[in-house]
């Protein structure tokens, strides 16, 4: 079992910046895979970005050139970095890990691109 926890969303004007957080505890060692998607109202879940366990990254074009997703083995966590934000990047923000066999999802954090 692997529980990821994201934290950092919050409202942010146009053109601003945030920081996403997964931090994922338990069976930390099998953790393979961590990507970040988003849901927005009345839209279905789309991947954001991923990195694997050898730094390989990918991205959704929306996004590309805009949002940085890293990690840090030592603290077993994923971050991702939004900047130019806009109102479309509004939704709900999910961790998704793979460990083993398994995929395991995050609460999710709101981030609102509103002014």
């Known amino acids: 079992q692997v529980q990821p926890v994201e934290s950092g969303g919050g409202l942010v004007q146009p053109g601003g910046s945030l920081r996403l957080s997964c931090a994922a505890s338990?069976?930390?060692?099998?953790?393979?895979?961590m990507g970040w998607y988003r849901q927005a109202p009345g839209k279905q879940r789309e991947m954001v970005a991923g990195?694997?366990?050898?730094?390989?990254?990918n991205y959704a074009d929306s996004v590309k050139g805009r949002f940085t997703i890293s990690r840090d083995n030592a603290k077993n966590t994923a971050y991702l970095q939004m900047n130019s934000l806009k109102p479309e990047d509004t939704a709900v923000y999910y961790c998704?890990?793979?460990?083993?066999?398994?995929?395991?999802w995050g609460q999710g954090t709101q981030v609102t691109v509103s002014s």
């Open positions: 998704n890990v793979h460990a083993g066999k398994y995929s395991y």
């Open positions: 990195i694997a366990s050898g730094g390989i990254t």
């Open positions: 338990g069976s930390i060692d099998s953790i393979y895979y």
